[in-house]
């Protein structure tokens, strides 16, 4: 069973099923704004053209073509100039949700964590676990 909510491109009320995120009409615009945009991009001289120059050339919006490439529509390993932004910097990426600097950086920083976590765990087991062989060092 859907839910009714509003279109955020018209305002319109539809049936919210999970699938899409937009009303039918416009739907049916963005199927036709899709065509409109892979027939561009299937001519050979257009294969390498970067976001800018498909809005520019289409009058597609940005963030329509930031969905379709993260949804898999456009392939980039077919046209290589796009992607969408990074969850965290911006920058434009391919796949997840972050791009490649981010995911090492973030990696980088749990690394350093973890270290510092078992660091901390190593002195505090070192505290409490001294022994003295001599009775006259305890002094």
């Not at 899709?34 to 027939?39: A, D, F």
Request: proline content about 3%.
């Amino acid at each position: 069973m859907g839910e009714l909510r509003s279109c955020p491109k018209c305002g319109d009320f539809y049936n919210y099923t999970g699938i899409r995120e937009v009303c039918g009409k416009c739907a049916q615009d963005e199927e036709k704004m899709y065509e409109v945009v892979y027939r561009f991009l299937r001519k050979r001289d257009n294969r390498a053209a970067t976001i800018d120059r498909i809005v520019e050339a289409t009058g597609v919006e940005e963030d329509l073509l930031h969905k379709w490439v993260r949804k898999g529509r456009l392939q980039p390993a077919m046209f290589p100039n796009l992607g969408y932004p990074c969850d965290n910097c911006g920058s434009l990426t391919t796949k997840g949700k972050m791009c490649t600097n981010c995911v090492n950086e973030l990696q980088s920083e749990l690394s350093k964590f973890e270290a510092a976590k078992e660091f901390r765990s190593s002195v505090e087991n070192s505290e409490r676990a001294t022994y003295y062989a001599d009775a006259k060092k305890k002094k």
